[in-house]
């Protein structure tokens, strides 16, 4: 059974940062693409950032210079460390595997202006 759990969500003024966790059981990450989303109240769910098992990873035009995604095979664990974070980023953010339908339970972040 694959589990996702997600960690590190938070209130922050703009122009701070945040560091999210995600840790899988189930399946190792290494060998399979893992990514972040997010969600805003009344939107789509977007893509952030893609991490895949070869190449660089991939970002949504709206975060990239500013969030970094990263994966701890150690620990069979994906990061999305985000800086200069802006009002605009306020979402809940969920880790998961969209073609396998993996989803974490999602991690509040909420950027005061």
């Known amino acids: 059974q694959v589990q996702l759990v997600e960690s590190g969500g938070g209130l922050v003024q703009a122009g701070g940062s945040l560091r999210l966790s995600c840790a899988a059981s189930g399946i190792t990450l290494r060998y399979n693409t893992i990514g972040w989303y997010r969600q805003a109240p009344g939107k789509q769910r977007e893509l952030v950032a893609l991490?895949?098992?070869?190449?660089?990873?991939d970002y949504g035009d709206a975060v990239k210079g500013r969030f970094t995604i990263s994966r701890d095979d150690a620990k069979n664990s994906v990061y999305l460390q985000m800086n200069n974070l802006k009002p605009e980023d306020t979402a809940v953010y969920y880790c998961?595997?969209?073609?396998?339908?993996?989803w974490g339970q999602g991690t509040q972040v909420t950027v005061s202006s």
């Open positions: 991490i895949k098992r070869f190449g660089s990873p």
């Open positions: 998961g595997m969209a073609r396998d339908g993996y």
